[in-house]
Each structure stands twice: as C-alpha cells, then as structure tokens.
C-alpha cells in the first residue's frame, strides 16, 4: 500500500522560508516522478512544481525562481523548498506519486496516482 506523508508546513512571514518534506512508502520511490500541488481556501488545487524520475524538474511560473523540488532516493523522500514566501502562497500543500514509471515531471493533477494528506502552509503579511 503507498502512503505519502507531508510534513514541515507552519506559519511564516511574507519573505520568510519553509522546506516541506515527503515521506513515502510502498512503492520504489526512484521510479516515479512526484509532484507538489496546493489547494489555497476557495481555490481549485494547482500544481506547483514536480521532479522526474531522471531529476528533471518543472515548476509553475508562481513559484519558479522561489521554490525547488528536489528527491532523496535513499531515504525516499521528496522536499519543496520554498523561499521568499508570500501571502498568495498560502495553501494546503500536497504530494503526489505519477502514475507513469519512469515517466516526466507533469503538471496535471491526473497524471498523479497517489496523495498526501496535506500540510498547511500560512503566509502573513
């Protein structure tokens, strides 16, 4: 069974950083390009930035020069970094495993098999 398990999402301050983690099992992590969406209050979920299985990375233009995804193959996890953090960037922040083995870093939601909970993620101004 995969689970997905977010972690690092708190309260911060406009241009302040946060490195969300996620932690996942069940599945041979190094195969499967991941993805990190977020839903903010009333919004449809979007996505923000994923990494292929090869480490080629993709990220929406929101959050490019600001956030990096990156993989931990040996201790199977997938980390957003984000940097220079702004109000709008206020959301539930989730992770999601590609359906596709060795596929690329996509950004539909229905690419995605697998997902995470969530961790919340407050920006204040």
């Known amino acids: 069974q995969v689970q997905l398990v977010e972690s690092g999402g708190g309260l911060v301050q406009t241009g302040g950083s946060l490195r969300l983690s996620c932690a996942a099992s069940?599945?041979?992590?190094?195969?499967?390009?991941m993805g990190w969406f977020r839903q903010a209050p009333g919004k449809e979920r979007e996505f923000v930035a994923a990494?292929?299985?090869?480490?080629?990375?993709n990220y929406a233009d929101s959050v490019k020069d600001r956030f990096t995804i990156s993989g931990d193959n040996a201790k199977n996890t997938v980390d957003l970094e984000m940097k220079n953090l702004k109000p709008e960037d206020t959301a539930v922040y989730y992770c999601?495993?590609?359906?596709?083995?060795?596929?690329?870093?996509?950004?539909?939601?229905?690419?995605?098999?697998?997902w995470g909970q969530g961790t919340q993620v407050t920006v204040s101004s």
């Open positions: 999601a495993v590609d359906q596709t083995r060795r596929g690329g870093a996509r950004t539909r939601q229905i690419d995605y098999k697998y």
């Open positions: 069940g599945l041979t992590f190094t195969s499967y390009p």
């Open positions: 990494i292929s299985w090869g480490g080629t990375t």
